[in-house]
């Protein structure tokens, strides 16, 4: 094959910019993979990279998650590979298309127990849950966590990787939902800061990881415990919070910031594989999917820019 189908877009904006084009085939070079891809979800940063957010070089192919089967590339020709792409959508071309170039420090194994499907959603969300609470926060065992934004995508996959290491989960949202929290707040209804210390004997959660940020942000960080940390890797709004700065230095608190954006090939292919026995065990799952064909590319765009989905939108390139 000397063309594929890819999803492309040529300037900024809504989803309607993309368009379904024919594109060479591309061929790997030196310490490159060329991986015939089967599935790619969807994740609401590439909505925005779309929309200009990320100032991505034109034209692009988004999409930085998928799955598939490497089929050139010194050492991994044939193995199934899942995972994430440095820079995919942004400054080289990504995963929503029938086949992508990757470096091969970059790749990873794929679970054998997971579909395809389910493979290719796994990547930022997991990525970033593991990048905040695991390296960032460093989280112990015996500690609790309070996550934002505990339905989304994020939420989900931090809540699975904080009990895996032994933690207690405090899932935060502004609406009820399934969640595997041992406690959930309902930001609409209750005052998180006082839920957080009730549950915690007035102490304070040691690890706050925000998903969501802007007015989160504050309410997160009044419910630490002295010496407590917290981690920001996204925020709505303008991106500007405030909070008080005598307390934070009182309490002695700690605020990082994590963006999976900066990742290498390298360090994503090492969480990846961080990742595998988690899911291979069981304490990690994959989330829900809804399929798509690449045909219908736009539309799932659109589905995931509405943001009311609770399954994971993928396309399949195959």
């Known amino acids: 094959m000397t063309t594929m189908k890819s999803l492309r877009f040529e300037k900024y904006g809504p989803p309607s910019v993309l368009s379904v084009q024919d594109l060479p085939v591309p061929v790997p070079g030196p310490g490159e993979a060329l991986i015939e891809l089967h599935a790619s979800a969807i994740n609401p940063s590439d909505v925005k990279n779309v929309a200009g957010t990320f100032k991505a070089s034109l034209p692009r192919v988004p999409g930085r998650d998928y799955a598939g089967v490497v089929v050139a590339g010194e050492g991994w020709t044939g193995k199934n590979v899942w995972g994430s792409g440095a820079q995919f959508g942004v400054s080289r071309d990504g995963a929503h298309a029938q086949y992508v170039l990757a470096d091969t420090d970059g790749l990873s194994e794929k679970p054998s127990g997971l579909s395809m499907e389910e493979a290719a959603t796994v990547g930022v969300p997991y990525l970033a849950a593991w990048s905040a609470l695991v390296h960032a926060a460093e989280i112990r065992p015996g500690e609790t966590a309070l996550i934002t934004g505990a339905l989304g995508a994020v939420g989900r996959a931090a809540i699975q990787i904080a009990h895996w290491k032994n933690a207690k989960v405090i899932g935060v949202d502004i609406a009820d939902g399934a969640t595997e929290a041992d406690v959930f707040v309902n930001t609409k209804r209750s005052d998180l800061a006082a839920e957080a210390k009730s549950f915690t004997d007035g102490k304070g959660v040691d690890v706050a990881l925000d998903a969501v940020g802007g007015p989160m942000f504050e309410p997160s960080l009044r419910s630490l415990r002295q010496v407590g940390r917290q981690v920001a890797i996204t925020s709505i709004g303008n991106g500007r919070v405030e909070f008080s700065l005598v307390d934070f230095y009182h309490n002695l608190l700690r605020l990082i910031g994590v963006d999976t954006l900066k990742?290498?090939?390298?360090?994503?292919?090492?969480?990846?594989?961080?990742?595998?026995?988690?899911?291979?065990?069981?304490?990690?799952?994959?989330?829900?999917?809804?399929?798509?064909?690449?045909?219908?590319?736009?539309?799932?765009?659109?589905?995931?820019?509405?943001?009311?989905?609770?399954?994971?939108?993928?396309?399949?390139?195959?």
């Open 263 to 318: 990742l290498t090939g390298p360090q994503i292919a090492a969480i990846m594989d961080d990742l595998r026995p988690g899911f291979e065990n069981g304490h990690l799952r994959p989330s829900p999917v809804q399929t798509w064909p690449l045909a219908q590319g736009v539309d799932a765009y659109a589905a995931v820019a509405k943001g009311t989905a609770s399954s994971k939108q993928v396309l399949l390139l195959r």
